[in-house]
């Protein structure tokens, strides 16, 4: 799986918003995408990528302490 970087994300947001198929980015890699839906689904993934780069980095984690209420 390749590493993406908000640089990666703001430039296929970029493409899309000007209509553009072919994305080169940060670390050299060329995509070219047939459709503007395969670009949104590209999009969604890079995005989600960053965010779990981003958690990782500053240490927020998704886990959460169950609570429990007695009937009482």
Known sequence: ???YTEADLQRIRGAIARGIKSVTFADGRKREYHSL???LAAEKVIA???E???EAV???G??????Y????
């Open 1 to 3: 799986m390749a590493s």
């Open 52 to 54: 779990i780069q981003t």
């Open 62 to 67: 998704r886990r959460r302490t169950p609570y």
């Open 48 to 50: 989600a990528a960053v």
């Open 37 to 39: 839906t395969e670009m």
């Open 58 to 60: 500053g240490g927020r």
């Open 69 to 72: 209420k007695s009937g009482l």
